[in-house]
């Protein structure tokens, strides 16, 4: 079956660092995705990976590895304007147009 | 430079009425999903089309639920005699490419309809 798993909710302090995961169990690995969603707007995408490694971004930066069916996002220096949903989606390998989504982990940042 | 356009932003049905849930995507987007989501849930494919193409149907219930994409017009989302359950978050993406040749290309999304069955 198809499974992405991230935590419900997170809470961190504005300044500092959180690192959200995503775990995913597809049938076949065509690529991850990264979006924000803030409560009633539209998800907006942050980052793309498909090679195990890094990927850096200004204070985001995403993780992947492909061998542990895991990755994660990190996000540095928070603000307040961080508080959101952290959507992981992955792409299937039998279909190419197809994302699989995760519940999103909703971040709570305090001052 | 508009986004993806998605009206209206609310709407209230009854039971048992039609619901149409428009979508104009950006300025040179031929390729178009829908997705809905539950509170507290993931987003789950419903369908992807191409100008007066319906790609993949396949996350769309078969009863009730239908969508277009006209050669002029925004996608339309359709649904008849709704009931209680289809009480959701509707969002459509928009993307300039297949998936094929640019994977990497993120979607952009509107800001969705709200859908409340009363």
């Known amino acids: 079956g198809q499974n992405i798993d991230q935590p419900t909710e997170m809470t961190a302090t504005e300044g500092a660092i959180v690192q959200i995961n995503c775990t995913y169990q597809t049938s076949g690995f065509n690529g991850l995705f990264w979006y924000q969603q803030h409560a009633g707007e539209a998800p907006t995408f942050l980052s793309y990976?498909?090679l195990d490694g890094l990927e850096e971004k200004g204070r985001f930066s995403s993780f992947l590895s492909r061998s542990k069916g895991y990755s994660y996002l990190l996000l540095k220096e928070l603000q307040m304007k961080d508080s959101a949903s952290y959507l992981c989606?992955?792409?299937?390998?039998?279909?190419?147009?197809?994302?699989?989504w995760g519940a999103g982990t909703k971040l709570i940042i305090k001052p | 430079n508009a986004g993806v356009m998605q009206n209206p932003r609310h709407l209230v049905r009854r039971r048992g009425q039609e619901a149409r849930l428009r979508c104009s995507p950006m300025?040179?987007?031929?390729?178009v999903y829908w997705y809905r989501q539950l509170p507290e849930e993931g987003l789950k494919f419903m369908v992807y089309l191409q100008k007066e193409n319906i790609i993949d149907e396949s996350g769309m219930p078969k009863e009730r639920f239908s969508a277009e994409f006209p050669k002029e017009g925004p996608s339309i989302l359709r649904i008849q005699q709704v009931v209680r359950g289809d009480s959701a978050a509707y969002f459509c993406a928009s993307s300039p490419f297949s998936e094929l040749r640019a994977p990497s290309y993120g979607y952009t999304f509107g800001s969705g309809t709200r859908l409340t069955v009363v």
């Open positions: 300025k040179g987007h031929s390729h």
């Open positions: 990976n498909v």
């Open positions: 989606a992955v792409r299937r390998m039998d279909s190419n147009y197809q994302l699989i």
